[in-house]
């Protein structure tokens, strides 16, 4: 209930059409934070499709690579085990800086906050 309340308030944020151009797909683990699948794909607003959602194999993390990369460079930050709770927003900030800079393979070199430079602003994650 909680990720689809998230992607609820996104997709109103963003708006319907700015949603579906930043999640065109979303590939999830099968942990019960997922498990109400019309939710998580389903416009609370209209009740179409917002986006593609698929469910990755029990303890196959490599099929959500770019997550779990992610993951990797925040551990950099906060060894695995760290209670995210815990830490504070001006250092959630400094990590999200970073990684936004951070050049990625998928993105031939470029950073993800190079590859969204041109976008329009209605998609763009203030």
Known sequence: AEVVRILDKLERKYT????????????VDNGTEFADFDGLKRSRRNKKDRTQIFYCHA???WERGSNENNNKLI???HPKGTVL?????ADIKKIQEWMNNYPRMIFDGESA???????P???LLH
């Open 16 to 27: 319907e059409k700015g949603f579906r151009q930043l999640f065109k797909t979303i590939t």
């Open 59 to 61: 303890y196959s993390s």
């Open 75 to 77: 551990r950099r930050w």
């Open 85 to 89: 709770d815990d830490v504070r927003t």
């Open 113 to 119: 906050l190079e590859k969204i430079r041109g976008e």
């Open 121 to 123: 602003e209605a998609v």
